[in-house]
């Protein structure tokens, strides 16, 4: 008679202002194997959890959409979450944000009503959601500024955090980005290149991105630069170990320079080569598309 072993399940609860790209978030989570569930009450997840664990041989992967609403079933969350992890099985809460104007931008532009909006107005909305939602905040084991991302960025993003891997250790990102466009939040750490020689101001080379081998060139030929990289690469071999044996799972590099099309692009890709054998970084460049200051990309 073989005994009967309990599956591990992992949980991600999705949470956040209305607006900020839930619906896409749960829309990879599906692609990526997950068993998805919008709008759950709480008290409902560990039953949903036990007949999912029962129904696959493997791990069980759900994810969970919970935002205002549900509003009733809010002040359940804490405790539920607590239940399962207390059952070993690995729970995360991913909480989603953006800036006020972006959420009202994005609201206007659909033409969506906003769940909270039949007294106030739309901004009084997203006032009063955030102060219900900031206990689900408090407890989010990450926060994710969606302000800046297109659909695509924000897909490669879930997926480089969430997707299941055979790989253990630490899995590491890299972010270019402008900083005229907002440093990411996400990021555990930030490094500025706006040091280094700018093509933006050299003909033949501002049109080009950071991809390109000649703008590549331009940026590593200095001493200098080829100095600051040793000693940046040199932090990281230092660094990454350390959060590995804390049991850290993901680590994100921000590079910012201050367009995020050129010197950011170009160092983010040089240590994603000198990381490769290791690591293994995944790269997204963030603003690499952008050719305006009042260049938009609405989720």
Do not use: W
């Amino acid at each position: 008679m073989t005994a009967h072993r309990k599956t591990r399940a992992r949980i991600v609860v999705v949470t956040g202002l209305s607006g900020s790209g839930k619906s896409t978030v749960i829309k990879v989570f599906e692609d990526l194997g997950y068993f998805c569930v919008d709008n759950l009450p709480p008290v409902l997840l560990p039953k949903i959890v036990d007949l999912v664990s029962e129904a696959r041989d493997d791990t069980a992967r759900i994810a969970l959409v919970a935002d205002v609403r549900g509003r009733e079933f809010l002040p359940d969350f804490s405790r539920v979450i607590e239940e399962l992890r207390r059952g070993r099985h690995d729970v995360q809460v991913l909480f989603l944000d953006a800036g006020d104007d972006v959420l009202l931008r994005r609201f206007s532009e659909t033409r969506r009503k906003h769940p909270l909006a039949a007294r106030g107005g739309t901004k009084e909305a997203i006032r009063r959601e955030r102060e219900m939602l900031s206990p689900l905040r408090e407890m989010a084991d990450t926060v994710l500024n969606t302000s800046q991302y297109t659909v695509h960025q924000l897909r490669d993003t879930i997926v480089r955090r969430f997707q299941p891997s055979e790989k253990s250790g630490l899995q590491m990102g890299i972010i270019s980005f402008g900083y005229k466009y907002g440093i990411p939040l996400e990021a555990d750490m930030v490094v500025d290149v706006r040091f280094l020689s700018n093509p933006n101001f050299v003909s033949g080379l501002k049109q080009l991105t950071g991809l390109d081998p000649k703008v590549r060139n331009y940026v590593m030929k200095s001493r200098s630069a080829r100095t600051f990289f040793g000693k940046l690469t040199s932090f990281l071999q230092f660094l990454l170990p350390l959060y590995t044996k804390e049991g850290k799972a993901y680590f994100t590099l921000g590079v910012g320079c201050t367009g995020g099309r050129h010197r950011s692009v170009v160092v983010a890709e040089e240590v994603k080569r000198f990381l490769a054998g290791p690591v293994a970084p995944i790269v997204v460049h963030r603003d690499i598309g952008r050719s305006s200051p009042h260049f938009r990309r609405p989720l």
